[in-house]
């Protein structure tokens, strides 16, 4: 909340005094033409524009657009300076039946001198007007910069009046163009981004998407995924290639401190969609302990072989999977998996922390059957008594061979760990609260689980 405070603030202090490039309330035209407007890169037929007198937000003119079925076309502004690692403000008013949508001609070396377009506006009445304010990002310094309306028909009849165009330099403070590593990597104690509460400007393949938030990754590996907390626009997905802009925050909870923060990236000013369908990252398999750790956080990661040791809970629909290489909680943020208590599953999904440690798949697809191992059979291993007061003891007959145990509570966390040096070890449980646990044994690639009450 205080980064978007601070840019706010920000954007209430500096509005008088921004550097207008380009304002026009089209009262003036030329040969058929509004003055300022039909740049060299404009491809919309001029024949297709009229003075506006009837349907005006103010003055006494606008500019009319007949469109029909028109595919997508250009009116561009006239030449402007501008300036590379800035950004530009479009403001303006429009009515009628149309998609409508904002970029640059800057002359970059990519994409034949074209920034990408923003989110596209579509705009369906004949009668109430409808502001539009888009932001436009700079690559390359230019004195024969174009700012772009694209518009496009939505039917036969499609139409579109603008009014009351105003392009400045905007009041948001230049993003710092970042890599999502460079925003994740840290070596604070506090585990902070060395970019907290800075703007930033990142890209990345979406690997995950939420009704509150999404998920972005630029390469597979530690440090390369985050989470957006922002609404998603309608239709983004996952594989869509994107660039964000938006403040660097450290998320906390609200009531219990959390052992470390979560790094969000929140209050989008821009979200710009270049392409779909891209190949995402490779998943790192990881154990569910390592997956915990801070260079993991947003990143895709696959755990295998973890068994579902609780149901989804009734309210927050999360699961718990453990296994000899410790546990984890299954979210059910992007799908939810019903799970068959006692099953095993490789899971692929985004690590996330925000408080406990969880994996977020993202589709059934996510779910693999995981790897069987050998059970130890019940004339092999003993666990007793169950229920229990204060002591368990487990028997072993034969050879050790390294066995180890671990006791796991009912939220999947394993509270107890323990080499079995002795073919019958004796548990003291007397400082756990009563309740149900799994106590795991694992030898060489075998295990076997007991589930235990303990009862004071």
Same mark, same amino acid.
């Given at each position: ?13 500096q ?10 309330g089209?009262?003036d035209?030329v040969?058929?033409?509004p003055i ?6 404009s491809?919309?037929? /001029? !024949?297709?524009?009229s003075e506006?007198?009837?349907t #005006? ?6 500019? &009319?657009?007949t *469109?029909g079925l028109?595919?997508e ?7 402007h300076?501008?300036?590379a690692?800035?950004?530009y ?6 009515l009628?039946?149309?998609?409508i949508?904002t970029?640059?001609?800057d002359g ?6 074209y920034?990408?377009?923003n989110t596209t506006?579509?705009?369906n ?8 304010i888009?932001?436009?990002?700079v690559?390359?310094?230019s ?7 694209? /518009? !496009?028909?939505?039917s036969?009849?499609a139409?579109? #009046? ?6 400045? &330099?905007?009041? *948001?403070p230049?993003?710092?163009?970042a890599?999502?590593?460079?925003i994740?990597?840290?070596?604070s ?8 509460y800075?703007?930033?400007r990142?890209?990345?393949i ?6 509150n938030s ?18 998603p626009?309608v ?11 938006a403040?660097?925050?450290e998320?906390?909870?609200?009531? /219990? ?8 990236l929140?209050?989008?000013q ?7 369908d891209?190949?995402?990252p490779?998943?790192?398999?990881l ?6 750790e801070?260079q993991?956080e ?16 009734p ?10 290489q410790g546990?984890t909680?299954v ?14 599953y ?8 925000d ?11 996510d779910?693999e ?9 019940s ?13 368990v003891?487990?028997?072993i ?5 390294g066995?180890s ?10 509270v107890?760990k323990?080499?079995l040096?002795?073919?019958k070890?004796t548990?003291?449980l007397?400082?756990f609260p ?17 589930r ?5």
């Open positions: 909340m205080r980064a978007f405070f601070i840019l706010f603030l920000l954007y209430l202090t509005t008088l005094n921004a550097q207008i490039l380009y304002q026009s089209l009262e035209w040969e058929g033409t300022g407007l039909m740049g060299p890169h491809d919309l037929p /001029v !024949e297709l524009l506006e007198t009837e #005006v937000h103010g003055g006494n003119k606008a500019m &009319r657009i *469109l028109l595919s076309k250009r009116i561009t502004t006239t030449a300076d501008v300036t690692g800035h950004l403000d479009i403001r303006f008013w429009v009628g039946r149309v998609r949508r970029g640059v001609f970059r070396s990519e994409a034949g001198g920034s990408p377009y506006v579509v705009v009445s004949e009668t109430l007007w409808q502001q539009v888009q932001t436009v990002y690559t390359n310094t004195d024969q910069a174009e700012f772009i309306f694209a /518009v !496009e028909g939505t036969s009849i139409f579109a #009046v603008i009014d009351d165009i105003t392009i400045t &330099r905007s009041n *948001l230049d993003p710092i163009v890599t999502i590593s460079e994740q990597t840290t070596t104690p506090f585990q902070y981004s060395p970019l907290n800075q703007f930033v990142t890209n990345g979406v690997t995950g998407v939420a009704s999404y998920f972005i990754q630029d390469g597979s590996g530690p440090w390369n995924g985050i989470q957006v907390f922002y609404p626009p239709g983004l997905d996952i594989g869509d290639s994107v660039t964000v802009m403040t660097v925050a998320f906390q909870g609200f009531e /219990v401190p959390w052992e470390r923060t979560l790094t969000q929140i209050v989008v821009q979200l710009l969609i270049h392409s779909a891209h190949a995402g490779i998943p790192v398999t154990t569910a302990i390592e997956a915990a801070e993991w947003g990143v895709l990661v696959r755990i295998q072989d973890v068994e579902c040791v609780t149901l989804p809970e309210e927050a629909f999360e699961w718990h999977a453990v296994n000899w546990s909680v979210d059910d943020l992007l799908y939810l998996h019903e799970p068959m208590l006692g099953d095993y490789t899971i692929t999904g985004i690590a996330q922390y408080g406990v440690r969880k994996i977020l798949p993202r589709s059934a697809e779910f059957a995981g790897v069987g191992i050998a059970e130890l059979g004339k092999t291993v003993r666990v007793y008594p169950n229920p229990a007061v204060d002591l003891t487990i028997e007959n034969g050879p050790l061979d066995a145990m671990n006791v796991i509570d009912v939220n999947g966390r394993v107890l323990e080499t040096q002795t073919m070890h548990l003291d007397s400082e009563n309740g149900l646990y799994t106590v795991s044994i694992r030898q060489d690639r075998s295990i076997r689980s007991e235990i009450v303990i009862a004071h």
